[in-house]
Every structure is written in structure tokens, then in C-alpha cells.
């Protein structure tokens, strides 16, 4: 919880781009404005920025909608879509990440294509180690 009230003010005023970059500036600010009790926060600042209620009903934090929605890097190659490039971003909200086109179509595999067939094969040529798993599965663990 911030107890400053200028702070708190200042903070209010901004955008939710704002929050995330000011996020970035230092460990300090990242640590408190990503923890769980300064939700209030982003939420004012969402709800003067006249953004709709969307975390609430996506079932995500107010910061990690913000940086869903806000930010411009891929979740998976952390490449950024700079202004003036045609890289686009698309949300997958279930999993709760952003990626570029390419990662979408290279590095992600829908689920209507995980037949079980083909997840055996997808198993079999995963790297794995040799230590089983507690549950005793006969899956072993992802490196
Ligand atoms: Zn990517």
C-alpha cells in the first residue's frame, strides 16, 4: 500500500502505459506497483483513462491487463513492435500472454490440433530428462 499522498496523486494522473514505464524505471517502483495491493491503483487510473472493466471480467490482474493491452512486446520473443513497423499483436487471454504474428503462427499449436496422436508424437520428440515424475506418470519433465 503507498501511503504518500502526492504520489499517489501523481500516479493517478497517468496513463496505464505510464504505470508499466514507470515499472521499468527501477526495482523499487516495480515492487510496488505490481503487488497485489496496489490493484487500486492501476484500477483508478484504468477507470479515469475511461477504460471499461475488462480484468474484472477476464479474470486477469489490473496490471497484467494493462500490459496485455498497453505494451508492445512478444510475450515469447520479447521483440518489439516499434512504431512505424507492421508487427502486430494478438492477445490469447486464456493464456494470459501477447505475441507477434510470427510466434503465433510458429511457435504456438491450437488446441483442436492436439489430437491425441499427434500429442504422443509432440511427447516423444520433446526434450525431457530422466527423472520421472513424483505422480509416477510415465511423462517425464519439460527441460
Ligand atoms: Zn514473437
Redesign the pocket.
Known amino acids: 500500500m503507498i501511503r504518500d499522498p502526492p504520489l499517489l496523486q501523481i500516479l493517478y494522473d497517468l496513463h496505464p502505459m505510464d504505470l508499466i514505464n514507470l515499472g521499468l524505471v527501477c526495482k523499487k517502483f516495480h515492487e510496488m506497483l505490481y503487488r497485489p495491493s496496489s490493484a487500486d491503483i492501476w484500477r483508478t487510473v484504468r477507470d479515469r483513462n475511461e477504460i471499461p472493466d475488462f480484468p474484472s471480467k477476464l479474470r486477469v490482474s489490473e496490471q497484467r491487463f494493462a500490459e496485455l493491452v498497453f505494451c508492445e512486446t512478444?510475450h515469447?520473443?520479447?521483440?518489439s513492435a516499434k512504431s512505424g513497423t507492421t508487427m502486430k499483436r494478438r492477445i490469447i487471454w486464456g493464456m494470459g500472454i501477447a505475441?507477434?504474428e510470427?510466434?503465433h503462427w510458429s511457435?504456438l499449436v491450437a488446441m483442436s490440433d492436439l489430437a491425441m496422436p499427434k500429442l504422443t508424437f509432440l511427447l516423444k520428440i520433446m526434450p525431457t530428462t530422466d527423472t520421472p515424475s513424483r505422480s509416477g506418470c510415465e511423462f517425464h519433465q519439460l527441460h
Open positions: 512478444c515469447l520473443c520479447k521483440e505475441v507477434c510470427i510466434c511457435r
